[in-house]
Structures are given as structure tokens and as C-alpha cells.
Nanobody
């Protein structure tokens, strides 16, 4: 599986942004999809994860209530809707796919999100 993340950019604090992660291949619906992020000088942090058919998701504490993960299996795409953005959300965002724990068998290349204050 190859993953292509996009949608990053520069946004003001309080704004919104939607990231997309498009997967190659025909087995997309068999993969758990996740988003992670890594800020400069910090370790990679879990952001969100969604199950195979999209009816269950969970989030990291720092984004709970502000970010929403979704997927469209017909389009082989996972999304991360980011609202009420804060400067501390600035990071390189990665999508990951997997079919066995920890469900990170495959990684996208990352898309940069910068939130200005």
C-alpha cells in the first residue's frame, strides 16, 4: 500500500484545515487508518485512528473534540478535519495504514501544517 497525504498549509489560530490521505491498491477497506504528527524537536504523537468501516474512531488527548477522522472506502481516502487550530498543532502530519497492531504497517510521506498565532 502506498499512501499520499495532502492538505497541509499555513492557517491562523482558530482556523480549520482538512487533510487527505489517498491509498493505492484495492484493499483499503481492510486497513485501520491513523494519523500521527511530529512537531520540531518532539517525538511522533498519535492523533487519531478509525476502524475499517468508519463507525469507530478515537483520538489523542490533545486533539479530542477539535479534530475528526473519517474515511471514504469507495475513494480509498482517509481524512482528518482539524478545527479550532492552535499554534501547538503545528507539525508534520503523517497518515498510516495497517491490518495488524499497531496498525502502522505503511506510512505516508507527511504534510506540513503551520498554525500562526
Amino acid at each position: 500500500v502506498q499512501l499520499q497525504a495532502s492538505g497541509g498549509g499555513l492557517v491562523q489560530a482558530g482556523g480549520s484545515l482538512r487533510l487527505s490521505c489517498v491509498a493505492s491498491g484495492r484493499a483499503f477497506s481492510t486497513y485501520i487508518m491513523s494519523w500521527f504528527r511530529q512537531a520540531p524537536g518532539k517525538e511522533r504523537e498519535f492523533v487519531a485512528q478509525i476502524n475499517f468501516n468508519g463507525d469507530y474512531s478515537y483520538y489523542g488527548d490533545s486533539v479530542e473534540g477539535r479534530f475528526t477522522i473519517a474515511r471514504d472506502n469507495a475513494m480509498n481516502t482517509a481524512y482528518l478535519q482539524k478545527d479550532s487550530l492552535k499554534p501547538e498543532d503545528t507539525a508534520l502530519y503523517y497518515c498510516a495504514a495497517g491490518n495488524r497492531p499497531p496498525y502502522t504497517n505503511f506510512w505516508g510521506q507527511g504534510t506540513l501544517v503551520t498554525v500562526s498565532s
